[in-house]
């Protein structure tokens, strides 16, 4: 994933905590404010400029987080930016989705149905609270066991990565680093058990489990790229047609946040099946609400099989001067949901209160 320099990413943004973030960040003596979202809801949580993409996502992925917000009328300056925090967003997401898949999985096992058997008041479940502290001591001490694991489920995929002819160096380079990034995330009970049981028939059916799952997921990791280009281009898109009404142009100069991105993030629900949610916002008090409309339903129709976005993305260049690619982009990311079951949804509306044109795009994982 894409950094930006210094390795941080200097966009300002509202970052908004749930409750287990607001306990925690006061706990620890942190100033947190209240302010007034583009949704009307008044939170808790932060303002910043630039912070490290590793320090925001490992708060993604402790639950700390339910909101963000960030103006988007520099889009054209910021791309970089942007590009960078929805891939890290939505990254964020699949390796959280990776790990509930894989307990899901483990739960379901004959090895934890076993033991529940044994030890009907203390089951291993969704809803079993564990010692963190305890469980990293001991996998600190088992290092070299825990390490082998990694190295097992990540085998096949690194081979198919090495052996890919569609790669380059530096893709590969990254593809590995993605394999990485999903088996370190994945929940210390996971690897506490198969450190337990290593080398058991068990053992080696959990670890081709998780090689299995693991290829399904490496399989979704074009998904943050492409959900992140069609974005900006269709913020852009937004921001052209703001700027084509010369009363309108007037007016923006005034008005410093007429295009605004709000991002939530659903809350990680201790129970089997659950599904990550990402739901962008794109709120627009310039753009006339049935011409957005009726462009976003045409598009989202559009035909483009046997296309690839890169190939859509890098030729036709009327095509990108008409400004309308996040338009056509949404088949895309459609299409490319479908194929590696994401359910993705998109549409408008109007908020007559607010006078905002809305623009909805959800990620069930």
């Known amino acids: 994933m894409a950094k930006a320099q210094r390795g941080k990413i200097d966009i300002p943004m509202k970052v908004v905590f749930t409750e287990d973030g607001v306990i925690y960040f006061t706990s620890q003596n942190k100033k947190i404010s209240r302010f007034k979202l583009s949704d009307g809801a008044e939170e808790y949580g932060i303002q910043v400029v630039d912070f490290s993409p590793a320090t925001i996502q490992r708060m993604q992925l402790l639950g700390y987080i339910n909101k963000f917000e960030l103006p988007a009328n520099d889009i054209l300056q910021k791309r970089k930016e942007f590009i960078d925090l929805v891939k890290l967003l939505t990254y964020g997401m699949l390796y959280r989705q990776f790990d509930t898949t894989v307990f899901d999985a483990l739960v379901e096992s004959e ?8 030890n009907v008041k203390n089951p ?41 002819e569609h790669l380059q160096e530096s893709e590969k380079r990254i593809h590995g680093f993605l394999s990485e990034k999903f088996v370190s995330n994945l929940n210390l009970l996971i ?27 490496m399989d979704r990791s074009s998904i943050p790229e492409y959900l ?15 700027a084509g009404d010369s009363l309108q142009n007037s007016i923006l100069k005034n008005d410093d946040e007429e295009i605004v991105v ?16 990402l739901h962008f916002m794109i ?42 690619l996040g338009l056509y982009y949404l088949s895309y990311l459609n299409e490319a949901c479908r194929k590696v079951n994401i359910n993705f949804e998109s549409f408008i509306n109007r908020n007559e209160r607010d006078n905002q044109t809305l623009i909805h795009l959800i990620l069930s994982f």
């Open 262 to 277: 709000l991002c939530r993030i659903s809350k990680k629900k201790n129970e089997p099946g659950d599904r990550g949610k």
């Open 124 to 164: 291993i479940d969704h809803k079993t609270r564990i010692n963190n502290q305890v469980l990293s001591n001991f996998l600190e001490k088992n290092e070299a066991a825990v390490n082998e694991i990694k190295h097992l489920v990540q085998e096949p995929v690194l081979r198919r990565i090495s052996a890919s």
């Open 228 to 242: 992140a280009l069609m974005m900006v281009e269709l913020i852009t898109s937004v921001k052209m047609s703001n």
């Open 283 to 324: 709120s627009n008090r310039k753009s006339g609400f049935e011409s957005i409309k009726q462009q976003i339903n045409s598009r989202i129709t559009t035909t483009v099989a046997g296309k690839s976005l890169k190939d859509f993305y890098e030729s036709n260049s009327d095509m990108q001067e008409s400004m309308h």
């Open 191 to 217: 690897y506490f058990i198969l450190s337990v049981h290593h080398g058991s028939p068990s053992y080696l059916q959990l670890t081709r489990m998780m090689q299995q799952k693991l290829a399904n997921y």
């Open 111 to 118: 090895l934890i149905k076993t033991w529940n058997r044994h």
